[in-house]
């Protein structure tokens, strides 16, 4: 490992939530560095499966000082998105190092050590710019399936031609289930396995959708907020709750010929067993099954009951550590890239203050 090197702030995370943090310390004059374990900027998004869109329209995609280039009632692809998020970086040069994944962060006396595969370094300010779905989260049982069942999380699977003949059982009936399910349809045999979790009740794509996706923005951004007491409350069963789906509807799954079933719930000589006592024999598995945050590599006192403990993406237990990107950080919006930006501009201009503060001579007293 390369001796430290010592940088004013630290962003953890090169994604949207990253970049839109970087934006606002460039402009406040704070010096920074970005540190992206990904390859290339936008790389999460360009290792999706490969039919995915937004489920919001340009109009709603860009970040502050960009717009989205795209019309504006458009579903970008996540490819688009990566390409935007590339320009992005470009265009106010940001200072991204790309390939730097983080293994611990830690702090020493007054100094946050950051340290990489191959480099330590030491910062005053650190902000933790990583959504809250890092690491798949995948059943105890799904290791106990037969080999011969071929096995994909959603961070794995692209297209239908990475699976084998036979039926795809789909586990989880969220939005990705969903999605995916309907992508492999047209090749296999397909099942959606899980509890209902609601869907919005009109098509975003559609003539009502252009009127209706305004007004849900402006209630997941502006209502359903941190500051509003009732949406405060009811918050934590918000973030642990499924999302409702987006852009496809129960009745799309019916038409389509999927097989909906209940959850799965174990496994009985190695194939699946659902919640009713069904056995299923299924050739594929795509787990659905959503992710876990993943910040194992903290070493510092932040979490409470498994969360991270902020306030506004402020953590007040360790001085000079910030969140941007969490799910539900202070709207329902703070995770998505139309509601990224008003925590980054946040977070940005304490780290400003602090940084103000620091530079500040220190007053004589007063004389009496």
């Given at each position: 490992m390369q001796g430290s090197r010592r940088i004013a702030t630290i962003v953890i995370g090169g994604g949207q939530a990253g970049l839109s943090v970087g934006y606002h310390?460039?402009?406040?004059?704070?010096?920074?560095?970005?540190?992206?374990?990904?390859d290339t900027i936008g790389g999460a998004w360009r290792s999706r499966w490969d039919s995915l869109r937004l489920f919001t329209p340009a109009r709603y995609d860009g970040l502050d000082g960009k717009?989205?280039?795209?019309?504006?009632?458009?579903?970008?692809?996540?490819d688009e998105m990566a390409d935007y998020l590339e320009a992005y970086s470009a265009e106010f040069d940001l200072p991204v190092r790309s390939g730097q994944r983080v293994t611990t962060l830690s702090k020493r006396y007054s100094a946050f050590i950051v340290e990489?595969?191959?480099?330590?370094?030491?910062?005053?300010?650190?902000?933790?710019?990583?959504?809250?779905?890092?690491?798949?989260?995948?059943?105890?049982?799904?290791?106990?399936?037969?080999p011969e069942i071929k096995q994909l999380h959603t961070t794995d699977y692209r297209n239908p031609s990475q699976l084998q003949d036979g039926p795809v059982l789909v586990v989880g009936a969220g939005n990705s289930?969903?999605?995916?399910?309907?992508?492999?349809?047209?090749?296999?045999?397909?099942m959606v396995a899980g509890p209902d979790t609601g869907h919005v009740p009109f098509r975003v794509e559609g003539r009502v959708g252009r009127l209706m996706v305004p007004v849900v923005r402006f209630v997941f951004h502006r209502v359903l907020t941190k500051s509003n007491p009732i949406a405060r409350r009811r918050m934590p069963k918000m973030i642990a709750?499924?999302?409702?789906?987006?852009?496809?509807?129960?009745r799309d799954l019916i038409e389509a010929g999927i097989e909906r079933m209940p959850r799965v719930v174990g496994a009985e000589d190695g194939w699946p067993v659902l919640a009713d006592g069904r056995v299923l024999?299924?050739?594929?598995?795509?787990?659905?099954?959503?992710?876990?945050?993943g910040f194992s590599w903290i070493d510092l006192?932040?979490?409470?009951?498994?969360?991270?403990?902020?306030?506004?993406?402020v953590v007040t237990e360790v001085p000079g550590l910030y969140f941007v990107g969490l799910k539900g950080l202070y709207s329902v919006s703070s995770a998505q890239v139309n509601g990224v930006g008003r925590d980054a501009k946040r977070v940005a201009g304490l780290i400003k203050a602090s940084v103000s503060n620091q530079d500040q001579p220190?007053?004589?007293?007063?004389?009496?």
């Amino acid at each position: 490992m390369q001796g430290s090197r010592r940088i004013a702030t630290i962003v953890i995370g090169g994604g949207q939530a990253g970049l839109s943090v970087g934006y606002h310390l460039q402009r406040l004059g704070v010096p920074f560095v970005i540190l992206d374990a990904e390859d290339t900027i936008g790389g999460a998004w360009r290792s999706r499966w490969d039919s995915l869109r937004l489920f919001t329209p340009a109009r709603y995609d860009g970040l502050d000082g960009k717009p989205f280039p795209a019309p504006s009632h458009a579903f970008p692809t996540k490819d688009e998105m990566a390409d935007y998020l590339e320009a992005y970086s470009a265009e106010f040069d940001l200072p991204v190092r790309s390939g730097q994944r983080v293994t611990t962060l830690s702090k020493r006396y007054s100094a946050f050590i950051v340290e990489t595969d191959d480099t330590r370094f030491e910062a005053d300010s650190v902000v933790v710019a990583m959504s809250s779905w890092q690491v798949p989260r995948l059943p105890n049982f799904a290791m106990d399936l037969r080999p011969e069942i071929k096995q994909l999380h959603t961070t794995d699977y692209r297209n239908p031609s990475q699976l084998q003949d036979g039926p795809v059982l789909v586990v989880g009936a969220g939005n990705s289930g969903a999605e995916i399910a309907l992508d492999v349809v047209g090749s296999h045999e397909t099942m959606v396995a899980g509890p209902d979790t609601g869907h919005v009740p009109f098509r975003v794509e559609g003539r009502v959708g252009r009127l209706m996706v305004p007004v849900v923005r402006f209630v997941f951004h502006r209502v359903l907020t941190k500051s509003n007491p009732i949406a405060r409350r009811r918050m934590p069963k918000m973030i642990a709750s499924g999302e409702p789906l987006v852009r496809s509807k129960p009745r799309d799954l019916i038409e389509a010929g999927i097989e909906r079933m209940p959850r799965v719930v174990g496994a009985e000589d190695g194939w699946p067993v659902l919640a009713d006592g069904r056995v299923l024999h299924p050739a594929n598995v795509i787990w659905c099954t959503g992710f876990e945050p993943g910040f194992s590599w903290i070493d510092l006192p932040v979490f409470e009951d498994g969360r991270v403990k902020h306030d506004r993406g402020v953590v007040t237990e360790v001085p000079g550590l910030y969140f941007v990107g969490l799910k539900g950080l202070y709207s329902v919006s703070s995770a998505q890239v139309n509601g990224v930006g008003r925590d980054a501009k946040r977070v940005a201009g304490l780290i400003k203050a602090s940084v103000s503060n620091q530079d500040q001579p220190a007053r004589a007293p007063a004389r009496r």
